[in-house]
């Protein structure tokens, strides 16, 4: 079974500073993807960033980057100065050997003023 | 390109009364998944369909849920005999393959299903 974990329910960091998600996942696959979704209060859910799982080298949109540590298991999330419209729910999510996807219980992050 | 699109948004229903969702994609996308939310979770995978196929079960999804794609478009989740544990957020995601082999999931605002 596949399974991702969020450690961190809640999360904050002030306006124009960095803040880091953290995920961590299981799987038996070797080839599998990564992504971050964003899901705004009584919003959809859109797609942040996503790893292969074969590329070394780790992914970057704009202020998004993560931090993927294959042998960890380890697929984090950095967001560099933070804005208020990124507060949301954030959920890591898994897809490999099927496609459907294998979310964790997300992170709220909330941005301060 | 309009996106994914749930119809209706909010639904509240009586316990033990049928209900159905109705999901239209994006127009080029051949494949069509649902998942389900409940409160403070992230959502779980019930189903998918490739064109009108339907390719992938959950265990989630017992005997009183039934998904269709009848002509590779828009498709439906029927809920028979809807109980309290139904009442979630019903989410709806259209892919199509972009070569990398991964197929990246646009979702729609899902439906909101309250059992009372």
């Known amino acids: 079974a596949q399974t991702v974990t969020q450690s961190q329910p809640e999360m904050s960091v002030q306006e124009a500073e960095t803040v880091t998600l953290s995920c961590t996942y299981d799987t038996s696959e070797s080839d599998y993807y990564l992504f971050w979704y964003k899901q705004p209060p009584s919003r959809q859910m859109i797609l942040v960033i996503r790893?292969?799982?074969?590329?070394?080298q780790n992914a970057t949109e704009n202020r998004f980057s993560v931090n993927f540590q294959k042998a960890a298991k380890s697929f984090s999330l950095k967001i560099s100065d933070s804005q208020l419209g990124d507060a949301a729910m954030y959920f890591c999510a898994l897809q490999g050997g099927s496609e459907k996807l294998v979310f964790g219980k997300g992170t709220k992050l909330t941005v301060n003023p | 390109d309009t996106g994914v699109s749930q119809n209706p948004r909010h639904k509240i229903t009586k316990r033990g009364q049928n209900v159905t969702f109705r999901c239209d994609p994006i127009s080029e996308h051949n494949r069509l998944y649902w998942y389900r939310q409940t409160l403070g979770q992230g959502p779980e995978f019930l189903t998918y369909f490739q064109n009108e196929a339907q390719l992938e079960k959950s265990r989630l999804l017992s005997d009183r849920f039934s998904a269709e794609r009848p002509k590779g478009s828009f498709s439906t989740l029927e809920i028979q005999r809807t109980e309290q544990g139904d009442s979630a957020m019903y989410l709806c995601?259209?892919?199509?393959?972009?070569?990398?082999?991964?197929?990246?999931?646009?979702f729609g605002p899902g439906t909101r299903l309250t059992v009372t």
């Open positions: 790893q292969e799982a074969y590329k070394q």
């Open positions: 995601a259209s892919s199509s393959p972009d070569g990398s082999g991964s197929y990246e999931q646009y």
